[in-house]
Structure formats: structure tokens, C-alpha cells
């Protein structure tokens, strides 16, 4: 059974950086991707962040182009999943859910609170 742990988060001030991260424990075998999606407040869909894709490029949602990197590290028993936010903006305020896909299926994290004010 694969299941994820996000960790990190917080709050900062506009223009600060946050970085979290998303361990995966269990055996994953064939590993497709690993991804951030997050939930504003108010809103009842998630948005897609970044992808981190087994043998192909980092893939970003328009809005966070050029500030979000995402890195992955590991292999089948233990992966991890960092996003590096900068220049952060009041409108990243979120819940950032980490998700990934692998032969097995798909799982999700249980979400982790950033929060963007002054």
C-alpha cells in the first residue's frame, strides 16, 4: 500500500519562500508522476500546481510559472517530492495536496496549509 506525507508549509509574507515536501512510503512500482494541486479557500476545485514526470520535463500551471520548482528524489520503496515556492503572492494562499500515479493507481496526500499575508 503507497501512501504520501506532506510536510512544510506555513505561513510567510508576500515575495517569501516556502518549500514542501511529500514523502512516499511503500512499494511503488512504476512510478508515472508525482504532483501538486492545490484548494484556495472558497473554492471546491483543485488546481493544478506541477508535475514531476518519470523520464520526461516539469510540468507548471500557469500561475505559478516561473516561481514554483519541483524536484523529485528517490526510488520505488521511498520518494520524495519537494515544490520550492519564491516570490509568493497572497493569491497562493492554499491547501497543497500532493499526488501520485504509479501501475498501481493514483493516491493523494491529506493536504498541508500555506498561507500568503501581510
Known amino acids: 500500500q503507497v501512501s504520501l506525507v506532506e510536510s512544510g508549509g506555513g505561513s510567510v509574507r508576500p515575495g517569501g519562500s516556502l518549500r514542501v515536501s511529500c514523502s512516499a512510503s511503500?512499494?511503488?512500482?512504476?512510478?508515472?508522476?508525482m504532483a501538486w494541486y492545490r484548494q484556495a479557500p472558497g473554492n471546491n476545485k483543485r488546481e493544478f500546481v506541477a508535475?514531476?514526470?518519470?523520464?520526461?520535463?516539469?510540468?507548471?500551471g500557469d500561475a505559478v510559472k516561473g516561481r514554483f520548482t519541483i524536484s523529485r528524489n528517490g526510488a520505488t520503496n521511498t520518494v520524495i517530492a519537494n515544490l520550492q515556492m519564491v516570490n509568493l503572492e497572497p493569491e497562493d494562499t492554499a491547501v497543497y495536496y500532493c499526488?501520485?500515479?504509479?501501475?498501481?493507481?493514483?493516491?493523494w496526500g491529506q493536504g498541508i496549509q500555506v498561507n500568503v499575508s501581510s
Open positions: 508535475r514531476a514526470v518519470t523520464g520526461g520535463n516539469p510540468e507548471y
Open positions: 499526488n501520485l500515479n504509479w501501475q498501481g493507481g493514483a493516491v
Open positions: 511503500g512499494s511503488v512500482v512504476g512510478l508515472t508522476s
